[in-house]
């Protein structure tokens, strides 16, 4: 069955410091991949989309790489703050886009 | 200004119930979902509609009845309520394109606890 994992245990990082968070799939073939921000009590936050064809794309501090060989994706916060601390979700979408998978999400800490 | 909304927050009832959750969003998008997200954090999909039509039902039970007035509105009817369906139910929307499924904007949830 298709399966997202993401790093299960919260990453805990200072202030200033690069936060890389990991997303790795199985028996999927997704045409896109997307990165969501939740906050406790909230609705997911929509951040970056990559397609199947796109190897890397940056907004901001934000940057997604996608590698379709290794199912993988990595999720980079430069310079991170503690107003970035949150569960961030990776998601996985077909072709019609209206079946979108997630994975648990990885809590991330940021320090100051 | 609120872009996708649900009603009500907070929802505590009693097995064998029937509920109801309503979703509102204000954006002209066409799609919109219902997600199911359990104490393990794990976002599933319930419904997928587009333009009021049914696209994915991900083999809900058939005690979830999806229903959609028009475009802007998806509600979910849950019929003879379990421990089991205890949960934050997220309704999303998405705007038109060749993957509507690109950028979805999720509502606040509601918090439905089964007692």
């Known amino acids: 069955s298709q399966k997202i994992e993401q790093n299960s245990e919260a990453l805990n990082i200072q202030e200033g410091k690069t936060a890389t968070l990991t997303c790795n799939y199985t028996n999927y073939s997704p045409a896109y991949l997307q990165w969501y921000r939740q906050d406790p009590g909230r609705g997911p936050v929509f951040l970056l989309l990559i397609r199947e064809n796109e190897k890397e794309k940056r907004k901001e501090r934000l940057k997604v790489t996608f590698d379709t060989t290794l199912k993988q994706s990595l999720f980079h916060i430069t310079a991170s703050q503690p107003a970035d601390s949150a569960t961030y979700l990776c998601?996985?979408?077909?072709?019609?886009?209206?079946?979108?998978?997630f994975g648990a999400g990885t809590r991330l800490f940021v320090k100051a | 200004d609120t872009a996708v909304s649900q009603t009500p927050k907070y929802l505590v009832t009693q097995m064998g119930n029937d509920k109801s959750i309503k979703c509102e969003q204000n954006?002209?998008?066409?799609?919109m979902y219902w997600y199911k997200q359990d104490s393990k954090k794990f976002l599933k999909i319930m419904f997928s509609?587009?333009?009021?039509?049914?696209?994915i039902n991900e083999t809900v039970p058939n005690r979830f009845s999806p229903k959609s007035p028009d475009k802007a509105h998806l509600n979910l009817h849950i019929n003879s309520l379990e421990l089991g369906d205890s949960a934050v139910y997220f309704c999303a929307s998405s705007p038109p394109g060749t993957n509507p499924g690109e950028t979805q904007y999720f509502g606040p949830g509601t918090r439905l606890l089964v007692l």
């Open positions: 998601a996985l979408s077909d072709t019609g886009g209206f079946k979108t998978i």
């Open positions: 954006l002209g998008h066409d799609t």
């Open positions: 509609y587009n333009n009021k039509e049914l696209i």
